[in-house]
C-alpha cells in the first residue's frame, strides 16, 4: 500500500514539474523589432547637466518625420522657450521675446545647456535598438536597459508598463561630463 502511495505522490510530482514552463524572454534579435514611433508627443519632466551648469524644467515634445515642436517650462510651469523645427530650419522663441534661428542641434543645446545628439533622441526615448551589440543590458522582460551607441549610454530606468513594448518611462542620456534625463508623463 506504502508503494502505490508513494508511486502516485511520484507521477504526481513529476507531472507537476512537467507543467511548470519558464517565461520566454524575448531574443536579443527582437529587440530590434521594438515599436519605434515616426511621430509622438510626449510630456514630461527634463534635466541636463554639463559639468557643474544645470537646467531643470518640464518639457513638452510633438516629433514627426522632419519636424519637432518643443516647449519648455520652468519646473513652477511658466512658458520659458518654444522650439520650432522644419526642413532643418529651427526657430527658437524665448519668452522674453529673443527669437534665435540656427540648426536645431545648436538651439536645443542651448536650451539644455549641453549639446546631445539630436537624431538619436527620437529613437533612444522608445529604446529603439539598431545593432543588437549596443545592447549590455537588459531588463528581466528582455527589454533594453543600458545601450552604448556612439559612445553614449542611453539607461532605461523605469517602463510604463509591464509588457515587452511598454514605452520607455525615465530615459538617462549621458557622455562625459553630460547629462540629460527625461521623465516621460504622458505619451501620445
Given at each position: 500500500?506504502?508503494?502505490?502511495?508513494?508511486?502516485?505522490?511520484?507521477?504526481?510530482?513529476?507531472?507537476?514539474?512537467a507543467?511548470?514552463?519558464e517565461p520566454t524572454l524575448p531574443t536579443p534579435a527582437s529587440m530590434l523589432s521594438r515599436p519605434v514611433l515616426a511621430s509622438f508627443n510626449v510630456t514630461g519632466r527634463l534635466a541636463a547637466q554639463r559639468g557643474e551648469e544645470a537646467v531643470h524644467?518640464?518639457?513638452?515634445?510633438?516629433?514627426?518625420?522632419?519636424?519637432?515642436?518643443?516647449?519648455f517650462f520652468s519646473p513652477l510651469g511658466q512658458m520659458v522657450a518654444e522650439l520650432e523645427s522644419s526642413g532643418g530650419v529651427a526657430v527658437l522663441q524665448m519668452a522674453d521675446g529673443?527669437?534665435?534661428?540656427?540648426?536645431?542641434?545648436?538651439?536645443l543645446a542651448r536650451m539644455l545647456g549641453a549639446d546631445v545628439p539630436v537624431a538619436l533622441l527620437p529613437r533612444w526615448l522608445q529604446a529603439g535598438v539598431t545593432q543588437v551589440d549596443d545592447v549590455r543590458e537588459r531588463d528581466?522582460?528582455?527589454r533594453p536597459q543600458r545601450v552604448v551607441e556612439q559612445g553614449w549610454e542611453v539607461r532605461y530606468r523605469t517602463y510604463a508598463g509591464d509588457n515587452f513594448n511598454a514605452a520607455p518611462r525615465l530615459v538617462e542620456v549621458s557622455r562625459g561630463d553630460v547629462s540629460l534625463k527625461?521623465?516621460?508623463?504622458?505619451?501620445?
Amino acid at each position: 500500500m506504502i508503494r502505490v502511495i508513494l508511486g502516485g505522490i511520484a507521477a504526481l510530482m513529476i507531472a507537476g514539474c512537467a507543467t511548470i514552463t519558464e517565461p520566454t524572454l524575448p531574443t536579443p534579435a527582437s529587440m530590434l523589432s521594438r515599436p519605434v514611433l515616426a511621430s509622438f508627443n510626449v510630456t514630461g519632466r527634463l534635466a541636463a547637466q554639463r559639468g557643474e551648469e544645470a537646467v531643470h524644467g518640464r518639457f513638452s515634445w510633438r516629433h514627426a518625420a522632419g519636424q519637432d515642436h518643443w516647449q519648455f517650462f520652468s519646473p513652477l510651469g511658466q512658458m520659458v522657450a518654444e522650439l520650432e523645427s522644419s526642413g532643418g530650419v529651427a526657430v527658437l522663441q524665448m519668452a522674453d521675446g529673443g527669437r534665435h534661428v540656427a540648426p536645431l542641434n545648436e538651439l536645443l543645446a542651448r536650451m539644455l545647456g549641453a549639446d546631445v545628439p539630436v537624431a538619436l533622441l527620437p529613437r533612444w526615448l522608445q529604446a529603439g535598438v539598431t545593432q543588437v551589440d549596443d545592447v549590455r543590458e537588459r531588463d528581466p522582460l528582455g527589454r533594453p536597459q543600458r545601450v552604448v551607441e556612439q559612445g553614449w549610454e542611453v539607461r532605461y530606468r523605469t517602463y510604463a508598463g509591464d509588457n515587452f513594448n511598454a514605452a520607455p518611462r525615465l530615459v538617462e542620456v549621458s557622455r562625459g561630463d553630460v547629462s540629460l534625463k527625461l521623465l516621460v508623463e504622458q505619451w501620445q
